[in-house]
């Protein structure tokens, strides 16, 4: 049995206008390269153009650097940020977590059994609990404890594992800590956190617990990337369930773990499959 | 063929305590009723406890008021609020629109067809737009303008025809007006609003813009009851729908009108069916 | 106010290979057509491309018969199965109903409203009860009773009106009848049904009845093209609703109202958007 | 803090006539027992009555032995299969696994979380593949290989240690065996199979294949208990998921997986909290 091709994904977004599918497509087609997928999206509300093409090596090709080099006077030409991003390396997470394990079970399940083809070179939590499970899958585990003084500090030496792992996303599963400003500009659009709640509805705290109170008949979960403004940044996925007048606080809380758990792991898939392409304070997500 | 037998709705809030499940089931026992449906719920937080109890006719069985008589010491022991509806008479329903006829056309459908049992003498509107459909379904359309001006006045209309035709329940079908304190009170717990989204996300005006802009990837509808506190209602029904980046606000508002459409429908038909019970600032409902 | 660019739509079937995408978009680029809207998908399992492509008109582009002309030799060098499609010319519907109403309505009321642009020439009943709802929407009512014997005749004059009325689509909105083989090969991927049960489970008559009998906890409805063998013809869309032990056989049945008008309602909207591409016994369907 | 209350639940199963529930209420309130949830269903068509009533245990009450004793004449005089369950009391799990772990790791994390307050005192499979999970969560794990000759050796181990270890449910988790009918009725509802269809589509081997050849827009996954007819068990619970024609068998597949974690886990929830009743071929679930 032959191996399955090596795929590249290009990613591009670039103002939108005439030509550049036909641009895109010609190039790749003048190197007999064979696009598997392909999705494209212009915003008429900012004028942006966003696209995601997936291409199957053969053999003989150029090199990719070779490609990037044809490609650039292209991109040039449009304006496009652009990536050519090699489907087969796995990217590598850092997941940041503290007690709850529901999204981290989840994504090491996922990690072990090959269904997120990611590296996992770490784990961070802010608290001890959690280091049996992360080293039974052969992950170091590192227990950061922060307090308001040490946030600096412990947020330093989280950025320093990042760049010496070579870490692509960082994943808050949970991790219950507000990021500082610094820490979420060092980060930017490559760090998602999971918010208890249906977004916009029941920022902050205990967001169960407010649902509970206004008495909603639908409770959801949001994942997004992180920005300074809490809750607020771009959302890349929201998962919905029902529930009724006789959930408890509690009981919401057990349902929306499995609801928790679910939307993190496609918001993480999405993201390292470069689906999800920056569009202001929103994201385009060429979804399946 | 017989037809199918007559039936009562018995609905009860009062202090919870050991005993009132036997107590209403002894009591509709001893008169030889069946009983087709009951449900009831203690909430642990107020200590409340609401029940709703479906019973059949039976050939010479006393009348409502001599059970009404018969189970008053009941309800004193208890300290309940309660009710029994005729589940057979057809509730009268005053509906609001302005110039939108989403829900106004699926409530007249399902008037039309009896699926949704209610009488409807009357549709009331701001705009003479809706007048023609209205009036071919035999429903006498009520034209009343309203400005800041002549609010009070134009609510004085519509609250004495509440009065004169005796309507249980009024239905604004995207009326698009703000109703007065005065309003909202008169109409207490007896007067449905749908908001074209997924409370508490997204209050006020243009809520699918909003949403557009939020980039959220989920929209929804809210049916509540109207409170002074605009769009802070009592939830009855919500639903929901998946978007994503492609949806313009005005394909938002389209797909909107689908959703909108099914939560009144459920919403009203809950009411009707005696299924909503309050319970302070949220609904206690017995849904199917 | 200037009116919205009018808009073609490209739709594209043949064998997968590399370039096809670079052709297209190669083609409509040189004639300075911008593209709003592409997508095409590679089936891995049968080699078959396909691709719907949406471009904007502009002054002083060709006529479409010139770009046709123009875009042949490409269409020809592929294998291609192709169309321009005007995506403003309102589709012609025939409609097909029986006595149960539910899915007329609805698409009466989104042709009248705008929401479903097409032009409905005819309505089409083998039982008089529809007819005055139907004339109400300025719409001719055809009472085409039909019998065992009749068949024969009364589908030659429905395939005689599809002629005559340049119909595009036939809708068999709940018709309850049987079509003969010849007319379903008539209409071969130009005739929908709604089937009111998740395919494949519970084909032929009074699938919520099985449905019910089976006990299973969510009931759907399918919308599909209509072929010789009955209940199997490719499927273009499906929805569900959650049921459960106390929902009579007639209940789901009024639930399954409601999915079926809309689950129908999209078939259409997609068929006639050029959504649907045939593939095999299925459908490739670029949904939103 | 003082502990919860301990709770019972008592089930009723009888044929339905007046003055039930008042004589079940009327019996727990006489004990001065206090009801916490209680549900009830009447089937129409089959003249069976099934309850679900949660009481909480009260300083000073009667033993369980004592109430039942009571409680026996009530249900003596309306022919009931009734049981009283200690809500407390953790009941015991026999999983059946193959190779896939998807369901095994959700149940495992559910157990090792205690969001499933089960006790799992063995896994049983016909490979090796998963010791090393099960046994970290210190579980023993028995290695049964079985092949068609052994079949009856090897049910017959695995009814012993039903018997031994005092089995309350038996579920298979993705077991990949059909049972003989002797296996079968040894375990009559109280073993639980996940099959990976949305039955009674696709009933037999490769359903994701299937689902995929047959083109349909929504996969599901179906808890049932296991009968002798292969895939026509009761049906517990059910879900869906949407999914169009991009996705591969092997897509379909892994896709599945989540539903199939979610369906099962719920159903052994539904099951052991004693909200399934036997109707026939058919269940009645109270769920939430």
Redesign the interface.
């Given at each position: 049995m032959t191996p399955p091709a090596k795929h590249y994904i290009l990613t591009i977004t670039c103002p939108d206008?005439?030509?550049i599918?036909?641009?895109?497509?010609?190039f790749?087609?003048?190197h007999?390269?064979?696009?598997?997928e392909?999705?494209?999206?212009?915003?008429?509300?900012t004028g942006r153009f966003f696209m995601r093409t997936v291409f199957q090596e053969r053999p003989g090709m150029p090199s990719i650097a070779a490609l990037q080099a044809a490609f650039a006077p292209f991109a040039e030409r449009f304006g496009m940020e652009w990536h050519i991003h090699d489907a087969t390396r796995r990217p590598r997470l850092l997941l940041l977590v503290s007690k709850f394990?529901?999204c981290l079970?989840d994504l090491l399940?996922r990690y072990r059994?090959g269904?997120l083809p990611v590296e996992i070179p770490g784990v961070v939590s802010n608290h001890p609990d959690l280091q049996r499970v992360v080293e039974?899958h052969g992950i170091p585990y590192h227990h950061l404890p922060v307090t308001r003084d040490t946030r600096a500090e412990q947020e330093g030496r989280i950025l320093e594992m990042v760049d010496r792992l070579h870490i692509d996303l960082v994943v808050l599963a949970r991790y219950m800590q507000v990021l500082s400003p610094q820490m979420c500009a060092a980060l930017s659009w490559r760090c998602i956190n999971i918010h208890h709640s249906?977004?916009?509805?029941?920022k902050g705290a205990k967001p169960y617990h407010q649902a509970h109170a206004?008495?909603?008949?639908?409770i959801?979960s949001t994942a997004h990337y992180v920005t300074t403004d809490l809750d607020e940044g771009?959302?890349?996925?929201?998962?919905?369930e029902r529930v009724?007048?006789?959930?408890?606080p509690d009981?919401l809380v057990?349902l929306g773990?499995?609801i928790e758990s679910?939307v993190l792991a496609r918001a993480v898939r999405y993201h390292i499959e470069h689906r999800v392409l920056p569009?202001g304070?929103?994201?385009?997500?060429f979804?399946?």
């Amino acid at each position: 049995m032959t191996p399955p091709a090596k795929h590249y994904i290009l990613t591009i977004t670039c103002p939108d206008t005439t030509g550049i599918v036909a641009a895109v497509a010609g190039f790749l087609s003048s190197h007999e390269l064979f696009i598997t997928e392909s999705e494209h999206f212009g915003d008429v509300a900012t004028g942006r153009f966003f696209m995601r093409t997936v291409f199957q090596e053969r053999p003989g090709m150029p090199s990719i650097a070779a490609l990037q080099a044809a490609f650039a006077p292209f991109a040039e030409r449009f304006g496009m940020e652009w990536h050519i991003h090699d489907a087969t390396r796995r990217p590598r997470l850092l997941l940041l977590v503290s007690k709850f394990d529901h999204c981290l079970n989840d994504l090491l399940y996922r990690y072990r059994t090959g269904t997120l083809p990611v590296e996992i070179p770490g784990v961070v939590s802010n608290h001890p609990d959690l280091q049996r499970v992360v080293e039974w899958h052969g992950i170091p585990y590192h227990h950061l404890p922060v307090t308001r003084d040490t946030r600096a500090e412990q947020e330093g030496r989280i950025l320093e594992m990042v760049d010496r792992l070579h870490i692509d996303l960082v994943v808050l599963a949970r991790y219950m800590q507000v990021l500082s400003p610094q820490m979420c500009a060092a980060l930017s659009w490559r760090c998602i956190n999971i918010h208890h709640s249906f977004l916009p509805s029941f920022k902050g705290a205990k967001p169960y617990h407010q649902a509970h109170a206004r008495g909603v008949k639908i409770i959801g979960s949001t994942a997004h990337y992180v920005t300074t403004d809490l809750d607020e940044g771009p959302i890349i996925e929201q998962a919905v369930e029902r529930v009724d007048h006789t959930h408890t606080p509690d009981e919401l809380v057990a349902l929306g773990r499995d609801i928790e758990s679910v939307v993190l792991a496609r918001a993480v898939r999405y993201h390292i499959e470069h689906r999800v392409l920056p569009n202001g304070n929103k994201t385009v997500v060429f979804r399946r």
